[in-house]
């Protein structure tokens, strides 16, 4: 059933003014996700509604994109209504309190790593369609953070879920959510120190004495599709 705006949607309110918060004070890395933070920050007009499952055919959802200590594979979840793989994340709920809980929560619930840490800052929002077997779920507007874990925590698999397997980022699953790239690159880019190898360039640098350590270039984020 669809609830209308400001019917029953009151335990909603605190979620609903802290995603306005969140996406109002974050920037976007290019004009393709300032165009969905656009798009995000209106829907967010309608009120509460609009962060609740309940609220409408299309909704505010929170993912996770959980990497490895040395980002260079990626936890994901084989989706049973979806039948692909994806990052975690799924609806808000009312005692979420925030965009960060409601995605720590998700997280933990479906990678089954009860001590993952989300990081708070957003890295990525995408918007897509759903197909017949989400019911009334028509469109998610999902709001991503990221995480990361030791590829040696153990991690389980949730009544939503056919498997959670770690992959790695340059050789992702068939049938593989086609953001996932792009997010992916956005987290990475997010997680990787300042004040390391620019983007395309090659490691070690000439002149770099034999045995020192070697790190991988770092892609930069694509722009998320819409």
Known sequence: MTVP????????LPVWSDAR????GWAPPDAGQARLRGEFLALLERGP??????GGPAHLTAGVIVLD??????LLTHHRKADAWFQFG???EAGDGTLHAAALREAREESGIASLTVLAPVVHLDRHSLPATFGSCREHLDVRFA????PTSRHAVSEESLDVRWWPIEALPPGAGADL?????AAVAR?????EVPATTAWPPEGTPPGAPRRRAVTRPRTGRA
Do not use: F, K
């Open 181 to 185: 790239g792009p997010l992916i690159a």
């Open 147 to 150: 995480a990361v874990a030791d």
């Open 5 to 12: 705006p400001g019917a029953g949607t009151a335990a909603y």
């Open 90 to 92: 799924g609806h808000l």
């Open 49 to 54: 509604a609009a962060v609740c499952r309940d």
């Open 21 to 24: 918060e969140v996406l109002d």
């Open 69 to 74: 200590t040395g980002l260079r594979h990626v």
């Open 191 to 195: 997680l990787t120190p300042h004040d």
